[in-house]
């Protein structure tokens, strides 16, 4: 198996063109290639794949093996890797997601896509589409009581559930011991990732995430963007924020229609498995 090791604000990723070639069990090639000892080392794997209906389709596996459904900083990683690599000449491509149809504008310095702005369509609201049950049709500034501590949280569906919630003390955060139970909670039928975020001003925040499957990581895109919408509607930011995370900075937009991600996305190395 030919793969390329990429990054988004340090969100890592194994990628692996399935237009050349297939791979019969993602699920468990996931498992293996994620081991940061024993394998090659990730938050999990992509694939790249022909569609019907886009110009690519992106899988995602977490690093359990599990299938995601979008993955933010990962498909800015798949425009560049399509582009850099000449599978497609276009600099605004569609690419097909289990999240739905997402559409990226690639910038291009010296041959090479440098960033990535992705319209990650509208924002899900609607608890029994995130899902999250048991708080009313909409969860906005719920209070709720996870791991024995009173929250506020505001849950939202970028194409995969969050659940954002509000802390003073972002860096001294154990979220070793509060992610999973957020992750595992029976308010999330389909379990959760959840932002831990503070607000720095109406133009910045900083988060923390706990991915469901993949457990802390250094960036989450659908994360940043979840967050910065659950802060616009709580009225505590603009509409136009920087979000702060552990391996960069992501632009997000949130608009009338849709939320606007823009962030870089970075090659590593490639190899043979």
């Not at 995602?60 to 979008?70: I, P, R």
């Not at 850099?84 to 289990?98: F, H, P, Q, S, Y």
């Not at 509000?166 to 154990?174: Q, T």
């Not at 990581?217 to 924020?241: D, I, M, P, R, W």
């Amino acid at each position: 198996m030919k793969f390329t090791k990429m990054h988004g604000c340090g969100n890592d990723y194994v990628y692996v063109d399935c237009t050349k070639e297939a791979l019969p069990d993602p699920g468990a090639v996931a498992l293996q290639v994620s081991d940061r000892h024993f394998g090659i080392g990730s938050d999990g794997l992509i694939l790249i794949c022909p569609s019907e209906t886009g110009d690519f389709r992106m899988r995602m596996f977490n690093a359990d093996g599990s299938e995601g459904a979008m993955c933010g900083n990962g498909i800015r990683c798949v425009a560049k890797f399509v582009y850099d690599k000449g599978l497609t000449r276009k600099k605004r491509i569609a690419v097909e997601t289990l999240g739905g149809m997402k559409y990226l504008d690639l910038t291009v310095e010296d041959g090479k896509v440098s960033k990535v702005r992705v319209d990650m369509g509208a924002p899900v609201l609607e608890a029994e589409r995130i899902p999250v049950v048991g708080l009313g049709e909409k969860v906005v500034g719920a209070p709720v009581t996870v791991g024995g501590k009173d929250w506020t949280m505001t849950c939202v569906s970028m194409g995969n559930p969050h659940a954002v919630v509000w802390c003073d003390d972002v860096d001294g955060l154990d979220i070793e011991a509060i992610g999973p139970q957020f992750e595992h909670h029976p308010m999330f039928p389909d379990r959760v990732n959840t932002e831990f975020v503070k607000v720095l001003d109406r133009r910045n925040v900083q988060m923390r995430v706990w991915e469901r499957g993949s457990g802390e990581t250094l960036a989450c895109g659908t994360g940043a963007c979840a967050t910065a919408v659950a802060c616009f509607l709580n009225g505590l930011t603009e509409s136009k924020v920087t979000v702060h995370l552990l391996g960069g900075d992501l632009e997000i937009e949130v608009t009338d229609g849709s939320v606007f991600m823009t962030g870089p996305a970075t090659t590593v190395f490639e190899g043979e498995y």
